[in-house]
């Protein structure tokens, strides 16, 4: 926890393996939730609002409250998680504090906002079905940044300790280079 609290976890071997571990389950976690919401919603306001409000033609009844309460209830937990663990990683990144900022908030509320805009389709208005796209393309524009961000950050980290080691070899070399001149 101490390469947490500090920022140096990009240069502990370890924590770089289970952080680049991780980043590929999210990688994957990523296209597989493009996967899913082009599949079941679609790409468009009309396919998402008739995957939410149901289909005569395509033989689909409207989601139940029931069933997006289980949804909601597994997918609210979850991405606080996967957000608190990309943004808070995000925080010994070398971006501006601003920068941070904006990208938290971004983050959790593209979150909610893409979670919480399937309600507004099936029980406010069928408009809300470009909210409920825009929140999708947000939120996984900002997973992708953070961890495109949190791989570089963490290859920035493992690239210190062999440059550290050549210019201790360098220095060595030098020395050893000194001792051999003047012997």
Known sequence: MKYMERGGFQNQELMRW?????CALLAAFWFTNAALFVSRLGVTPRSIAAYYLGSEGDFRAPRTAGAMLEVTH??????????????HLLIFAPYSKKAKIAMIALAFSSALLEEGSGWLVRFAHPGFAWVKLASF?????ALAFLLV??????KEGAA??????ARRRRGEKQKQETSVRRG
């Open 18 to 22: 289970t952080l680049g571990a991780t």
């Open 74 to 87: 597994m997918h609210l937990p979850m991405m606080a998680l996967v957000m608190l663990l990309l943004t």
């Open 137 to 141: 393309l947000t939120l996984q524009g």
């Open 149 to 154: 961000g949190l791989v570089m950050f963490l």
């Open 160 to 165: 210190a300790p062999e440059a550290a080691g």
